[in-house]
């Protein structure tokens, strides 16, 4: 369910490949979509600051914290 | 009173028998095929949250009193309380050759044992191939399967707190530990198994502590390199991201609840002003003795006074304060004893249950007691120590701090291994 995102993570880690700081940010986030449930276990203002940095609108970061939260879609 | 042969000939709904057992995966030996059985029934099965809220009794109690009730439940009519839950999943297991027994030695003609008291259940490991035993195990040895909080358990935390009775264990330290994971092993794969069956969300709970410790450190390291300071949801953007939430969630109701519970604690933390809000579970009244299950929200501050009721399993409704304040006068609401926490009082508003139970004096009558015979007054150790414990911290806001200091230690202090031991015990 985390493909989307890891792909996101992936782009931008290839965009920032000469930015050592940004790079870092994202090879951080890849590491946390390894972890089944990421975004239900983190608060709410980070898990909603990765959607921004993987390259969502606020408002559609807003939408896929809700989508990723839903109990069916825990995994 | 129960008729006695009514119980001895009782029979469970033949389609619903058939449902749970005739979907045991044939790749399970005896011992998982029961844990399935019982982690089956907790998926598909809810607490009754009237005769919870009820205080067990009313026409909700009533309705569990009657033998014909366990009769017609299935997926459907799937609201039972605990000598329910226990009867059928004695009745399945019976049914698959595995034996179960009630805790406290009642058998189907113990009838008042099994109505009217609460209780859980022992399932005895069948003998297997020396192949299929989890490691340590004994045939005989016995499984406590708690089916009251296992249905919520499941739904919302993916796991069950049914285990073997391992104080038995004359076995070391470390030989225990083997034991309970070989166990542990067993039931995890068949939590896997229904959860997947019954679309609900997998995972291992062991895997899962260590995955939260491991994302405790990538989320502090994430912060370093965040725009997190200039945190642009306000509290405001929280908890209408979290009400969004909370009305999509489609559990039984007292599932619901608690998932609507465990969500608000993941925002929580994370509110700049979290004093100015809150989330309890309360009671209403339906009608004459008959009380449902609601979850409040409260908004509390300089500029703000308002309330949002949560109708499981997601429809919310704003309550003006006159009302909830007129409701608990009324006896319309009420906090439930057993969900009573100290920290998720409804700011604002008054309440006899609030003046009653967290009265230090109270609380010391009941520690005296305890101190006096050795054993809480209405037997139920964990809550009322956690209760006390809560009392103090309560307090410990309202009075002098060194003052109440005493106490919880008082506290604290009595509970010793006595308290331990029977916590170890499940009670």
């Known amino acids: 369910m985390y493909e989307e995102y890891r792909n996101r993570c992936k782009i931008m880690q290839k965009t920032y490949k000469n930015n050592p700081e940004l790079y870092n940010k994202y090879k951080i986030i890849e590491e946390m979509l390894e972890i089944p449930n990421c975004f239900l276990n983190m608060p709410i203002s980070t898990a909603i600051n990765i959607f921004v940095d993987l390259g969502y609108t606020k408002e559609d970061a807003r939408m896929e914290y809700i989508k990723v939260t839903e109990l069916k879609n825990i995994v | ?30 011992l998982e095929q029961g844990l ?8 598909v099965l809810n607490y009754d949250s009237h005769f919870f809220a009820s205080d067990q009794k009313g026409p909700a109690a009533e309705t569990h009193k009657n033998i014909e009730y366990v009769e017609s439940v299935d997926i459907e009519n799937n609201e039972v309380v605990c000598y329910d839950f226990n009867l059928i999943c004695i009745r399945m297991l019976e049914k ?21 008291k609460h209780s859980d259940i022992y399932m005895l490991v069948p003998p297997l191939d020396d192949v299929e035993m989890p490691y340590g ?77 491991k994302l405790n450190v990538l989320v502090s390291e994430y912060s370093k ?55 309890t579970i309360i009671k209403e009244k339906i009608a004459n003795d008959v009380y449902g299950m609601v979850g409040v929200i409260s908004f509390v501050g300089e500029d703000m006074n308002y309330y949002l009721k949560i109708t499981p399993p997601n429809i919310i409704q704003e309550i003006k304060h006159r009302e909830l304040q007129q409701g608990f006068n009324d006896g319309i609401f009420d906090y439930i004893g057993a969900y009573f926490n100290a920290n998720h009082i409804i700011p604002d508003i008054k ?48 009075c002098d701090k060194s003052f109440v200091e005493n106490d919880e230690i008082q506290v604290k202090q009595s509970l010793g291994d006595e308290f331990l031991v029977e916590n170890e015990l499940g009670k």
């Open chain 2, 1 to 30: 009173m129960k008729n006695i042969e009514a119980l001895e000939l009782m029979k469970l709904n033949q389609n619903f028998e058939n449902q749970i057992i005739s979907n045991i995966p044939a790749n399970l030996n005896k």
């Open chain 2, 36 to 43: 399935y059985v019982y982690a089956k029934l907790c998926a």
């Open chain 2, 96 to 116: 698959i050759g595995i034996d179960a027994v009630f805790k406290y030695g009642a058998n189907f003609s113990d009838a008042e044992k099994i109505y009217g």
């Open chain 2, 137 to 213: 195990l004994k045939v005989g040895e016995e499984i406590v399967l708690f089916g009251h909080s296992d249905m919520t358990h499941l739904k919302v935390e993916n796991r069950l707190i049914a285990r073997l009775l391992d104080n038995r264990y004359k076995a070391s330290g470390e030989e225990r530990l083997k034991i309970k994971q070989a166990f542990d092993a067993c039931l995890n794969k068949v939590i896997d198994i229904v959860l997947e069956e019954e679309s609900i969300a997998v995972h291992q709970q062991n895997e899962e502590i260590l995955n939260r410790e």
């Open chain 2, 225 to 279: 390199y965040s725009m997190i300071e200039q945190d642009f949801l306000s509290d405001n953007d929280k908890i209408n991201i979290f009400l969004e939430q909370v009305s999509k969630i489609d559990l039984g109701d007292i599932a619901s609840l608690k998932y609507a519970q465990r969500l608000y604690s993941q925002i929580e933390d994370d509110l700049e002003n979290k004093e100015k809000y809150g989330f």
């Open chain 2, 351 to 398: 309440s006899e249950y609030i003046e009653e139970n967290c009265n230090l004096e109270v609380a010391r009558a009941k520690l005296q007691y305890f101190k006096e015979y050795g054993r809480w007054l209405d037997g139920e150790a964990f809550n009322i120590a956690k209760r006390l414990i809560d009392y103090c911290a309560y307090i410990d806001n309202m």
